[in-house]
């Protein structure tokens, strides 16, 4: 069984910054990531890392987000800088498989909201 802590998430001010942490229990798996959904929009995978620390990020984040981990405390952060209001979702943690360059979530966590919004 994996359960996820997630903290981070809030209220910030667009061109401002958070950072998203996610500690996981459990087994070490081979890759973790972030997911968002905004209201009325489908889940999108905003970026994913593995145990070698092999990254991948949505199109619209890029320059702005960055994903880490921290194998050893099996924790993955998300810091988010120059955040805009088409940011704002419920950020959920994930923890899944990396086979063929492709990440998939196996295991999801309740979600935390941000809100970008002046």
């Known amino acids: 069984q994996v359960q996820f802590v997630e903290s981070g998430g809030g209220l910030v001010q667009p061109g401002g910054s958070l950072r998203l942490s996610c500690a996981a229990s459990?087994?070490?798996?081979?890759?973790m990531g972030w997911y968002r959904q905004a209201p009325g929009k489908q889940r999108e995978l905003v970026a994913s890392?593995?145990?070698?620390?092999?990254?991948n990020y949505a199109d619209s984040v890029k320059g702005r987000f960055t994903i880490s981990r921290d194998n050893a405390k099996n924790t993955v952060c998300l810091q988010m800088n120059s955040l805009k209001p088409e940011d704002t979702a419920v950020y959920y943690c994930?923890?899944?498989?990396?086979?063929?360059?492709?990440?998939?979530?196996?295991?999801w966590g309740q979600g935390t909201q941000v809100t970008v919004s002046s």
């Open positions: 994930n923890a899944g498989t990396y086979y063929y360059t492709v990440y998939t979530p196996r295991y």
């Open positions: 459990g087994s070490i798996f081979a890759a």
């Open positions: 890392i593995t145990t070698g620390g092999s990254t």
